[in-house]
């Protein structure tokens, strides 16, 4: 698992770097937003300590850029700013966390391992289970390797469950992500799309099921060979 450090303080970034290999976590450090994007184009990172006061950029716009991408990496920001608006624009901007500076070591530690523990959603522009394939970006689902024409819908209901393949969805935030905030929302409306979708997925050849797990949601996984 490997960290990208993006703190222009050589001494603090040698003091963090050092911190993190104790807790067995190694890292990559820069001192530059180009340089972190550099860094960032060539390894895929487990999570990023972002220090928002860089010689030649703000880290926000690092950050916000990433997220434009929709690359999902955590990041905890660094700063010295300890404001309330700054804090605010930072977890606007797409921080997962927030440190100000000065600030003690063991607590980074803590909370990157809260960070890289938390329940993660798989990252990645391509998510795959069995033959099926989700472009994130391009939201085209590739079923066998023929693309397939799904409603909106359906691709949302495809997504949540791929990002959690293997793992239960439950049936509450299946309906959130569906139906968001919209209001009026019939009992057996998220039963209807998985119904649809399933037998989409099995007219399209798909060599992946969603399960019913009764009472708590749903779940996507691979085929089991016969
Ligand atoms: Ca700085």
Redesign the pocket.
Known sequence: MRLLVV???AELATLLAKGLSAAGLAADCVGTAQDARDALATTRYAAMVL?L??PDEDGLVLLRELRARTDATPVLVLTARGGVRDRVTGLRSGADDYLVKPFALEELVARLQALLRRPGELLGRSLRVGNIVFDTEARQVIVADVPQLFSLREVALLEILMRRAGRVVSKKLVEDHLFGLSGEVGSNAVEVYVHRLRKQLADSGARAQIHTIRGVGYLIAEDKAP
């Open positions: 703190e222009d303080n220090d006061g860089l």
